[in-house]
């Protein structure tokens, strides 16, 4: 009984990996027809789940297609996510999609370099106009690492105070020794 189970869930677990595989080959296939070879950049599939890292100008467009195609009706945005590679001078943005009628979960990626300077964010265009959710997870990024979303229609703070100073999640980032004359170290 123990010994079938294993079997069962070692085989489920192929399959999911071989799935995902064929599933996010097919997707690359597909935005490589619609958009051209330069609208995806790589897929990458060393993580648990293969991630797709497209080219930042076609990330609307790419988005609109995946949530308006039949097939994929990826309609929900689970989350975005940013990540500093200091002290190399890039980002990424993390798209987390779920398709809920197909029952498939997507990974869409996009890298920007940037010289890490407050004059000059890291620019990425909003998804906003693709699902709402997307409103309050690019302000969080805004706010905390420092992402500027392109066509944002409120891109403003959304947990620290309108004139705090910096991204505290930044590595580079330096905590203040005040705000307002409150002591924070």
């Known amino acids: 009984m123990i010994v079938s189970s294993i079997l069962n869930a070692a085989t489920i677990g192929k399959f999911t990996v071989w799935h995902l ?9 597909q935005l490589i027809t619609t958009f051209g070879t330069e ?8 993580n648990l789940q293969p991630i797709l890292v497209v080219n930042v100008e076609y ?3 790419i988005c609109m297609y995946l949530r308006d195609t039949q097939g994929h009706y990826y309609d929900f945005l689970s989350n975005i996510s ?4 200091f002290p190399e001078n890039r980002f990424t943005v993390v798209y987390h999609l779920a398709s809920l009628p197909y029952q498939t979960q997507l990974v869409l990626k996009v890298e920007i370099p940037n010289e890490r300077s407050q004059d000059n964010l890291p620019e990425v265009p909003s998804v906003s106009s693709v699902w709402k959710t997307a409103d309050w997870h690019e302000r969080e990024a805004y706010d905390l690492m420092g992402i500027f979303f392109i066509g944002h229609p409120d891109l403003r703070r959304i947990l620290l105070p ?5 991204h505290p999640l930044r590595k580079d980032y330096q905590d203040p020794e005040s705000y307002h004359g409150i002591t924070i170290k």
Do not use: F, L, N, T
């Open 162 to 166: 309108d004139d705090w100073q910096g």
């Open 39 to 46: 609208a995806v950049v790589r897929v990458e599939e060393s």
């Open 59 to 61: 990330i609307v467009p």
């Open 21 to 29: 595989k064929i599933m996010i080959e097919e997707i690359q296939q």
């Open 82 to 85: 940013a990540v500093d590679y």
